[in-house]
């Protein structure tokens, strides 16, 4: 392809992101097929070398200045690595934004009415929580908190009343063909299926950061080791097939916040014993890594919310539309205010999660992390008896009914 049709191509591309909503509400692209938006995106937010990889203040400028510089990288006969590991954190929004409506029946026009607040997605097709072991590092290390803590009740609502049909969701689980440098990524991609190398470029910034002595060095080999197990054990519940049913997802949700949990486990024990290891001009300029924010050419990141705002609209309980469609009887309806209690006790205890001020240090934002997906958990644990439940009272078309709920809702 000629220099002049690849510029003409990568302006295209960054003329349909600049629609981006703030909270990248829309996303005008399609390519074909359930993951056909994330080739263009996926494909121009990786550019070569480290010094492309720069913030700016708006996401749009950040991605039109990826895109000219893909542009020229592409003119130049070079080859996208689309395996490569994204170590920006809105660039991986992107992606996971893209890729999610990009198998939505709501199509081009839709923006999605389960997105986080600062506009990514906690379900991408059958994966819940795109990433996760980047947002984790992210936190922990560089204080960058915008990821992690946009998780909570509107995850469980969409688990419920999923936005996906079961043939969306099938085709998440078939990967693309197609050229080489246009591959699409796929989910288990996302699901951080290279081999932690955000965790490498963490280790390498401590390293530089402190200064390590031999005992000091010895005891950073071992978080180096300990993350790679954490890596792993999150990988495991990448998905490899579709979950038909809320339950399901549910179960699918559990299952992945149970890993992140087992994979903080194995993070902590090292980086207490290095934080503890360190003197206090180590352990300031350990801190000060989560105050510059900078990694691999990034600038600092815009603050994450401290708090997560109340559920809007679209995360309030169907009630009518759930008693017009399945037209329960009395004992379905008694299951179905069971759920509904138990709903609204779930979102009570995420509502008022926060990102903790005073947690400065790398093992007090670890433990922070921990005790927010606890809290998730103990919601999750809270509501699936009670769908069971409901669900075990539901014909065939009663089940048909509350599984086309989720792709109604209104954007």
Request: aromatic letters at 8%; one cysteine or more; charged letters at 25%.
């Amino acid at each position: 392809m000629s220099t002049f049709r690849v510029g003409i191509a990568v302006l295209a591309v960054a003329a349909a992101l600049s629609s981006v909503e703030p909270a990248f509400g829309r996303i005008h692209i399609r390519l074909g097929g359930p993951l056909g938006a994330v080739r263009s995106v996926f494909s121009h937010l990786l550019p070569r070398g480290h010094h492309v990889r720069r913030a700016y203040a708006r996401h749009g400028d950040r991605v039109r200045f990826a895109a000219r510089e893909s542009a020229d990288t592409e003119a130049r006969g070079g080859a996208m690595a689309i395996g490569r590991r994204v170590n920006d954190p809105a660039a991986r929004g992107q992606i996971a934004a893209a890729a999610a409506l990009a198998g939505w029946h709501g199509g081009r026009d839709a923006s999605g009415w389960w997105r986080h607040g600062d506009g990514g997605y906690g379900w991408v097709g059958p994966l819940f929580w795109p990433f996760a072991y980047d947002d984790i590092y992210d936190y922990i290390v560089w204080g960058d908190g915008n990821g992690f803590w946009g998780y909570g009740y509107v995850d469980i609502y969409a688990a419920i009343f999923a936005p996906y049909g079961y043939d969306d969701l099938a085709r998440y689980l078939v990967r693309s063909r197609g050229r080489k440098h246009d591959r699409t990524p796929s989910l288990a991609e996302m699901c951080g299926d290279e081999r932690g190398a955000i965790a490498d470029a963490a280790i390498d910034q401590i390293r530089q950061a402190i200064q390590p002595n031999d005992e000091q060095r010895a005891a950073l080999d071992e978080l180096a080791n300990a993350s790679g197990e954490a890596a792993q054990t999150i990988r495991t519940t990448c998905p490899t097939q579709v979950a038909s049913t809320a339950s399901g997802r549910l179960a699918a949700m559990q299952q992945r916040l149970e890993a992140m949990t087992a994979a903080i486990a194995k993070i902590r024990p090292p980086l207490q014993n290095l934080y503890e290891l360190l003197d206090n001009e180590q352990q300031k300029r350990l801190m000060a890594l989560a105050g510059d924010q900078v990694r691999d050419g990034e600038s600092k990141a815009p603050p994450a919310p401290r708090c997560r705002n109340a559920p809007h609209a679209p995360f309030q309980w169907p009630g009518s539309e759930l008693e017009a469609r399945l037209r329960p009887n009395d004992a379905q309806r008694a299951a179905l205010d069971e759920l509904r209690e138990r709903s609204v006790k779930a979102r009570d205890i995420l509502k008022d999660d926060c990102q903790p001020e005073d947690a400065q240090s790398p093992p007090a934002r670890l433990a922070a992390a921990d005790i927010q997906l606890d809290a998730m958990l103990q919601a999750i644990k809270l509501l699936r008896p009670a769908l069971e439940n409901f669900y075990a009272t539901l014909n065939d078309e009663q089940k048909a009914q509350f599984e086309a709920i989720g792709p109604k809702r209104a954007s």
